[in-house]
């Protein structure tokens, strides 16, 4: 997958839920960059698709982010996200990053999928966690990348229309 087009891929966000959130370490930048990519995503007709862990238990997904899903989240129990999150690339973004995330990614490269996890969009309780999980994901073949590089390859282009609507979510 050299780029992440925008009409090949897919956003998935993993369980960014409220009483998860406190515990992450740059929590608070996980979900930001998150409403960034989930915003790119909506204006430039990228599918979005969101899971939340044992709901009861870690709460609903963060209003930030549940407000922006085009489509409710997904509850699940099991630590891969267990959906087809739609055609393409897979571009992950979410909590926690050496758990969810991971077993996650892995499950979808096991199909065959192109899988790329936003590392300023993914999280865990510590950074030796989150570390760990993105070198492990990197050696599975996943692209590591960041918010902006999945924004500015969604757009292609300065001469796309919505080019100055969507740099404004990342200035």
Same mark, same amino acid.
């Given at each position: 997958?050299? %780029?992440?087009?925008?009409?090949?891929?897919?956003? %998935?966000?993993?369980?960014?839920?409220?009483?998860?959130?406190?515990?992450?370490?740059?929590?608070?930048?996980?979900?930001?960059?998150?409403?960034?990519?989930?915003?790119?995503?909506?204006?430039?007709?990228?599918?979005?698709?969101?899971?939340?862990?044992?709901?009861?238990?870690?709460?609903?997904?963060?209003?930030?982010?549940?407000?922006?899903?085009?489509?409710?989240?997904?509850?699940?129990?099991?630590?891969?996200?267990?959906?087809?999150?739609?055609?393409?690339?897979?571009?992950?973004?979410?909590?926690?990053?050496?758990?969810?995330?991971?077993?996650?990614? %892995?499950?979808?490269?096991?199909?065959?999928?192109?899988?790329?996890?936003?590392?300023?969009?993914?999280?865990?309780?510590?950074?030796?966690?989150?570390?760990?999980?993105?070198?492990?994901?990197?050696?599975?073949?996943?692209?590591?990348?960041?918010?902006?590089?999945?924004?500015?390859?969604?757009?292609?282009?300065?001469?796309?229309?919505?080019?100055?609507?969507?740099?404004?979510?990342?200035?």
């Amino acid at each position: 997958m050299p %780029l992440i087009s925008a009409e090949d891929s897919t956003l %998935l966000v993993v369980d960014l839920q409220a009483r998860l959130m406190p515990a992450i370490a740059d929590g608070e930048a996980v979900v930001e960059n998150t409403a960034r990519l989930v915003q790119a995503a909506t204006r430039l007709g990228v599918g979005v698709a969101a899971t939340e862990q044992n709901p009861d238990g870690l709460g609903p997904t963060v209003a930030a982010i549940a407000s922006l899903l085009p489509e409710p989240a997904v509850a699940k129990t099991g630590f891969a996200a267990g959906i087809d999150p739609g055609p393409g690339a897979i571009v992950v973004a979410g909590c926690e990053a050496h758990v969810c995330v991971l077993q996650t990614v %892995l499950a979808l490269r096991a199909t065959g999928r192109d899988v790329a996890v936003v590392a300023d969009a993914v999280g865990s309780r510590t950074a030796t966690n989150r570390d760990r999980a993105l070198e492990r994901m990197c050696a599975h073949g996943v692209d590591v990348v960041t918010t902006e590089m999945v924004v500015f390859e969604w757009l292609g282009s300065s001469e796309n229309a919505a080019f100055r609507e969507v740099q404004k979510l990342i200035k």
